[in-house]
């Protein structure tokens, strides 16, 4: 299984942004998807994950309400509408694929929230 992210950028505090994580291989593997980020000199969060067999997402504490995890199963592609943003949002966004056996990373992609 690979993962591409896209749709990082530069947005403005409370601005809006959509990300995507699109999976290609063996994704019938997949057990579960999830949206992770990492700060400068933080180490890696967890910010929600979407299982395939119920589709339903969890999401941490600290973007409940704020973030979407969502899935297209025909595109193998799982996205994360971001709102309200806010400057501490600023990491490198990556996605992650829970497999049968093991996980695998998309390369991430960056984030940035102006003030």
């Known amino acids: 299984v690979q993962l591409v992210e896209s749709g990082g950028g530069l947005v403005q505090a409370g601005g809006s942004l959509s990300l995507s994580c699109a999976a290609s291989?063996?994704?019938?593997?997949?057990?579960?998807m999830g949206w992770y980020r990492q700060a400068p000199g933080k180490q890696r969060e967890f910010l929600g994950s979407i299982r395939s067999a119920s589709g339903t997402p969890i999401y941490a504490d600290s973007v409940k309400g704020r973030f979407r995890i969502s899935r297209d199963n025909a595109k193998n592609t799982m996205y994360l509408q971001m709102n309200s943003l806010k400057p501490e949002d600023t990491a490198v966004y990556s996605c992650n694929a829970r497999l049968l056996r093991g996980d695998v990373w998309g390369q991430g992609t960056q984030v940035t929230v102006s003030s």
């Open positions: 291989g063996s994704t019938f593997n997949i057990v579960a």
